[in-house]
């Protein structure tokens, strides 16, 4: 039965439903044993890191209900899944009861509801009182509801959903290790981790309109008033609004926005810039330019770059756009569907470390292969490829697949099921125009 949004108690159904369908033998399976060894012995910090990326991107190549209310209650189950994740991460055994009693806590404290969040008493042996955890829960509701319903942006607002999304679930995660490390929530900890994601969500919204100055059209009053508009549902307030409006109205230049971002913050903006680009649909040189000054300036070397440009692309619902542009219809469409939402994960990841340990090789591969880097731009632009292009653009991936060992698995049998996900992964900077801009960059500074 199709929750009610109106109802007081949707939110407790829901978390209701996420217990029920939730495996408890399926976190610790999924993480390395490293991480799931340290996060036994208290050390969440990495293997949350982790389950945050990975709860973050689009699996799905379509779905039977793409109504708000259906995405807006899919998001939300990902929220409760780490919750739950974060608990069997920390070794401690699986209870229904537990895991609610957990869920309402760590939401009620990322929701800035402290008083209810510390009246749910997670330290107790057998959990906190009913009616403090639905008081928690009725509380928590609305506030989601305010700030993620109905999911997306406007028309030409900014590409503010995904990244406010992410900081939330951020949050989240740093309330719920709390919790683990030392069994209950501290209100000193709770404060400090509000502080970071207010300042990390302005600093988001910042971040955004100051990369459409950029490299879009200056908005029309209106557009701007709608802009500022959106920061209501950031849950920001009093000083915090009015600061995130300021900053939004006047942004500062990439370089001096990188420069007042705390260090922890960096490669998060980084990512939420490169996904906004894609989101956006911003044209590629000023866009990619204004990210480019944001890098240097931040300090993060190409490895990271390569790390948000491989994770924006991940949690970028276009798969289904990739498949249609360089794979085929038919048989395979079932065969991709579930291979993807099986393996995403190892995917990525795999993708990820092999970009980044083997950046010079597939940069040179990709540029030797002049043709496929020509298709894959085209591609990445929305443009149709033909039936034989599409075959080129098969045969080559394959070829730079066995030639970078750690992309093997897409040489293997049943591997090019997947070489369109792999085409839609490969970093930007691996197109041809970021060839030329290196090019262009190069001779400048032999000029000097």
Known sequence: MPLD????????????????????????????AGLVAAGASKDLAPGARMLVARSLRHRRLDTDDDSPEAAFLRELGGDLTLVFDLARLAGEPWLRHRGRVEASAALAGALDEHPLALAVDASRPLGGAPHDIEAALRAAGPKLKAR????????????????????????????????????????????RHRAFAEQERTLLAEALASLLKAAAPPPGEQLAVLRRRQLGRLGLKGARLRDARQAVAAPRTAGALALATPARMRPFLLEQLLLAQLRAGLTAEPAAEFIETFRDAAGLDAQALVAAQVEAAAQH???LAWFKAVGGPGSEWQQLAEAWEETSDEVVERIGDAVATNYDALTEALHDAGELGQLLARAAGGAPLDAAEKRK?????????????????????GGMLLLPLLAKLLPFSLLPGAWERARERARLQGRR
């Open 393 to 413: 653009v098969k045969e080559q991936l394959l070829d730079l697949a066995k030639a970078v060992p750690a992309l093997a698995v897409f040489a293997a049998p």
């Open 148 to 191: 993620f319903f109905p999911p997306g942006d406007p028309i030409d607002g900014l590409p503010l959903h995904p990244g406010a999304r992410a900081s939330f679930r951020r949050h989240l995660s740093r309330v719920a290790m709390g919790l683990h490390r030392t069994g209950l929530l501290e209100p000193e900890a709770l404060v």
């Open 5 to 32: 949004l109106d109802s007081k108690d949707w939110l407790s159904d829901l978390l209701d439903e996420a217990l029920e369908r939730f495996d408890p033998e399926v976190a610790p399976a999924w993480l390395p």
């Open 317 to 319: 619902d276009d798969h």
